[in-house]
């Protein structure tokens, strides 16, 4: 296994990825009993890593090891999937018109060939290799760049690679944004992209050149819209888990708080009060809460922290990169903390007064990755729904619809192109072929020429 690592090393990214054109070449990977052992493997491999994985996310992020466990909740994914995929590649016959008799219509899913993936540091593990099981159950061929920012994780992500794949099938290829774009130069047949919305269009303009298509799962500022008509409680409590769990460093974490003014003291009250709750009296010495990823963010959120009046925390100790959960109000939609995505512990808090202003205000900004909607009114609720537009939406909670591999993830306009997760990450990676057969027993002649007195056979055709 060492020797395999070692070949790697000494590899160029071209011969890696000539080796993977010519494996998918070989059709293995087109054999559905191959992907399900491959994703076995995978399986295994995680559940065998799992110490090194939450001991690398915790050198990086400081994360807990429950939170650590939220990298390999796709394991579930992976055991769905492997029940499924039979049924996924299968192909599906659909209807063909009557003009076209004899005939037979059906749709194949077919794998794209070598695909790449490039992955964030947030959640550098889950991100790098939730994507890959999509490719594998697809039938691809995959490299997956790790983010070198979670510099331990991206370690274990190569490492279980190398240990579990020929790299001829898989490969992990670490480094930095040079390796990043120098991957980028290279002709894949699809790229798997999560990351910021200034690299996702680095990254589309390079895959434009070789005509690659893409999935980029990005970010953006997630609004968190507070009726007056709520559960109070369990509302100031989700509001407060999503936004703090990896210190706010989540795609989909809550990024401000627009609250109606009627329940705007008592509900930052109960925030501060879960706050205390969840991470004591000084989070700093609390074992559940994360540190910042390195002094690059930690610098750029202490900047935003000189933005309005602090409702709690706002503390920070540049020594280990902490900083506290964070409310802030006295916002205003100039402020220098509402012209960018957060991706951090601080929560500034907009009032309104009406729920169209709210909406309006939504909708003056790019498209969300998530919004959320805390109501018990179903009216408002469908209201919200039909007259925003966002990646994802969660209603009465918040973060918790990334779980759901049911719903398909991913982004709208500046938040993102495509999605993934259970069946839609099988979608992602294939390319569904349409397929036509035509019976030669029998031959309507109509559409050939000479046309003579044809047209109004014609007319009726399309006009039936
Ligand atoms: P990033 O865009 O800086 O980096 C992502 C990857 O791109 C890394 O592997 C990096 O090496 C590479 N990269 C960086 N600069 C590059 C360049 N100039 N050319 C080519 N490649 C380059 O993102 P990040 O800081 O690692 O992650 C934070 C962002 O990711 C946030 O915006 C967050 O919202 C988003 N995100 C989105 C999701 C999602 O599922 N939609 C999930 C997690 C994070």
Wanted: some cysteine.
């Amino acid at each position: 296994m060492r020797r395999k690592t070692i070949l790697l090393e000494q590899s160029s990214i071209r011969d890696i990825l000539e080796a993977q054109r010519q494996f998918f070449a070989t059709g293995k990977t087109k054999n559905v009993d191959f992907r399900i052992e491959q994703l076995k493997r995978l399986k295994q491999a995680v559940s065998d890593y799992q110490e090194q994985i939450t001991a690398a996310v915790k050198a990086d992020l400081n994360r807990p090891k429950f939170e650590a466990y939220f990298e390999l909740s796709f394991l579930t994914e992976i055991s769905d999937t492997i029940k499924k995929l039979k049924s996924w590649t299968k192909p599906k016959k659909v209807d063909t018109p009557i003009e076209q008799f004899p005939a037979g219509a059906k749709i194949y899913p077919e794998p794209l060939g070598v695909v790449l993936i490039i992955s964030p540091w947030n959640y550098p593990f889950q991100l790098a290799i939730s994507p890959l099981l999509g490719a594998i159950a697809a039938g691809n061929c995959a490299i997956v760049k790790p983010s070198e920012i979670a510099t331990n994780t991206s370690k274990v992500v190569a490492d279980l690679i190398a240990h579990t794949f020929e790299p001829a099938y898989v490969a992990a290829i670490t480094g930095g944004v040079e390796i990043s774009q120098q991957l980028l130069t290279e002709k894949f047949d699809y790229i798997f992209f999560t990351g910021g919305t200034r690299v996702g269009k680095i990254v589309i303009e390079a895959a434009a050149k070789n005509m690659t298509p893409v999935t980029l799962e990005l970010g953006g500022k997630s609004p968190c819209i507070v009726e007056s008509d709520i559960q109070l409680e369990y509302t100031a409590k989700r509001i407060t888990w999503g936004k703090f769990i990896n210190a706010g460093q989540t795609c989909v974490a809550p990024d401000y708080l627009l609250v109606n003014q009627a329940v705007k003291s008592d509900l930052l009250e109960k925030i501060k009060q879960y706050i205390y709750e969840f991470y004591g009296e000084n989070p700093a010495s609390s074992p559940d809460y994360c540190r910042i990823i390195n002094e690059q963010q930690f610098s750029r959120l202490t900047d935003l922290l000189k933005d309005g009046k602090i409702v709690v925390g706002g503390e920070s100790q540049p020594g280990d990169r902490y900083i506290a959960p964070t409310v802030i109000e006295g916002i205003s939609w100039d402020s220098p903390i509402m012209q960018e995505e957060i991706f951090g512990p601080i929560l500034p808090v907009l009032e309104y007064s009406d729920l169209s202003e709210a909406i309006a205000l939504v909708n003056s900004r790019p498209k969300p990755l998530a919004l959320y909607f805390f109501s018990i009114n179903k009216d408002n609720q469908r209201r919200v729904l039909r007259e925003t537009s966002s990646g994802n939406v969660c209603i009465n909670d918040t973060v918790v619809q990334f779980a759901v591999t049911s719903l398909p993830f991913g982004g709208v306009g500046n938040s993102g192109i495509g999605s993934y997760h259970g069946k839609a990450s099988f979608n992602t990676f294939s390319h569904y072929k349409s397929v036509l057969n035509k019976g030669l027993w029998f031959d309507l002649s109509i559409r050939y020429a000479p046309y003579k007195n044809k047209v109004n056979l014609i007319k009726k055709v399309i006009f039936k």
